[in-house]
């Protein structure tokens, strides 16, 4: 899902940006902002399937409390589990030249998880071009392997 935020005015300079959505992790980083620069973050927020409540209750003999710790599971709404290995994998080539190194995308879940894709992030110093960028429906319980391009800039 994408978002878009546009807040004009803001000054030049170093922010902490943090994004949170109900039943999701939060999201935390720090970007520098710079004038007439359009600022694109790519945030992922992790869906929050299990949840804590604390009940703190005083008892009848002073300073000693009774802690309670609940875990409440959310088991009704089945979700996918994609994950992406190698998560990190160094492949020496002469610059200049590509090698192919195959990433594997899984779905460890038990219901499709649909409109997946994979991209990359680039710097100045390399560029990974995934040959297949939209896997689309990944089915409960399978993997795709996409064969990907890294090479030096």
């Known amino acids: 899902m994408r978002w ?4 004009p005015g803001v000054i030049e300079g170093r922010y902490n940006l943090e994004v949170s959505a109900e039943k999701h992790g939060t999201y935390h980083s720090t970007i520098e ?9 790519s945030a992922f927020l992790s869906r929050q399937m299990v949840t804590y409540n604390w009940t703190v209750e005083p008892v009848q003999i002073e300073d000693q409390y ?4 609940e875990a409440e599971f959310e088991t009704n709404v089945p979700a996918p589990v994609v994950t992406v290995e190698p998560a990190l994998q160094v492949v020496p ?8 190194v195959n990433v594997t995308v ?6 499709a998880a649909h409109n997946v894709g994979i991209e990359f992030d680039q ?3 390399y560029e990974v071009v995934p040959l297949i960028r ?3 429906i990944l089915p409960p319980m399978s993997s795709v392997v996409v064969p990907v391009n890294p090479s030096v800039a």
């Open 33 to 41: 902002i710079v004038a007439g620069q359009v600022k694109e973050i």
């Open 134 to 136: 939209e896997i689309g």
């Open 123 to 125: 710097s100045a110093n």
């Open 66 to 69: 009774r802690i309670t710790l």
């Open 4 to 7: 878009t935020y546009l807040k």
């Open 106 to 111: 899984t779905n460890h879940g038990l219901i």
């Open 93 to 100: 080539f002469p610059e200049g030249e590509t090698a192919t």
